[in-house]
């Protein structure tokens, strides 16, 4: 069953603005990952942060993770038209390291040129 | 990373037909995983591919409908048997290769059409 819940399902701005999509889950996690989506095609991994961690940067990308509340963020500052996708968290089952993965329902992006 | 690629990319086919999906890997993997995306929706996962014995089913996905193969550590098959429209989706494969097991790769998924 999916366990993560994304919002907004569908973000429009304009390039150069920031993006943030948010993400909550229901159970204790080992880390959450963000993977990015083209069209339908094959998922990119993005960036992951442990469940010890509160924030994590990586180029234009900021992640927060607030265990306490079950949630995360991810921030695409400066966008870029191309973008333009659909962003999935997706949380590890814990316990143990089957390295099963439980997907968000996803945030579909558009930045307009 | 990892190098996945899947065959076919994409089919048309028809209703009680069965349909063979391949996944290959350029290197060799311990975990490789079986997802399905419905159209509009999100990635589930079908089930854990094992090397050397029988799959590992979610709930909700049987062998009977979903049979899976692993010969070896590159190389895994999933079959979509007795195809209905409801199948119609993009079928991924992924793979674990962080000995930690948490980065996934996912190949560019197989889009089918049952009609």
Redesign the interface.
Known sequence: SQQGEEDPQALSIQEGENATMNCSYKTSINNLQWYRQNSGRGLVHLILIRSNEREKHSGRLRVTLDTSKKSSSLLITASRAADTASYFCATDEYPGNTGKLIFGQGTTLQVKP | SAV?SQKPSRDICQRGTSLTIQCQVDSQVT?M?WYR?QPG?????IA?ANQGSEATY??GFVIDKFPISRPNLTFSTLTVSNMSPEDSS?Y?C?V?RDL??????????T?LLVL
């Open positions: 996945i975990m995983f995306q929706q999100s990635l589930t996962l854990t979610e709930s993009i991924l992924s674990d930690n097991r948490e980065t996934q790769y996912f190949g560019p998924g889009r």
